[in-house]
């Protein structure tokens, strides 16, 4: 089992910049590979960066590649979002996730057994 806690999350102007951080319990977080994911009022919940197990390789939806930035850190067990040139559209919660059937990073939904409780992120006009 893997618990996963999200942080810094926030109400931020347009523009702005924030980092999401999500601490896992495990010390084979090592293992996982990791995602971030978010879920707009009223829309499904959508990748938006993954990054394998080891930091070498991440993948990115295109709403956010070049502005948004995944890293990990194995031995502090956390997982970072940098987003940068935050726009209104990137209003959402934001969940992290840990990857049960690759290590090697995916951008799907389904290959994610454990999921934070998500933090909210307002991006103001």
């Known amino acids: 089992q893997v618990q996963l806690v999200e942080s810094g999350g926030g109400l931020v102007q347009a523009g702005d910049s924030l980092r999401l951080s999500c601490a896992a319990s495990r010390r084979t977080f090592s293992s996982y590979a990791m995602g971030w994911f978010r879920q707009a009022p009223g829309k499904e919940r959508e990748f938006v960066a993954t990054?394998?197990?080891?930091?070498?390789?991440?993948f990115y939806a295109d709403s956010v590649k070049g502005r948004f930035t995944i890293s990990r850190d194995n031995a502090k067990n956390v997982v970072y979002l940098q987003m940068n040139s935050l726009k209104p559209e990137d209003t959402a919660v934001y969940y992290c996730?840990?990857?049960?059937?690759?290590?090697?990073?995916?951008?799907?939904?389904?290959?994610?057994?454990?999921w934070g409780q998500g933090t909210q992120v307002t991006v103001s006009s």
């Open positions: 996730a840990a990857a049960t059937s690759t290590a090697w990073g995916t951008s799907q939904t389904y290959d994610y057994g454990y």
């Open positions: 990054i394998n197990w080891n930091g070498a390789r991440t």
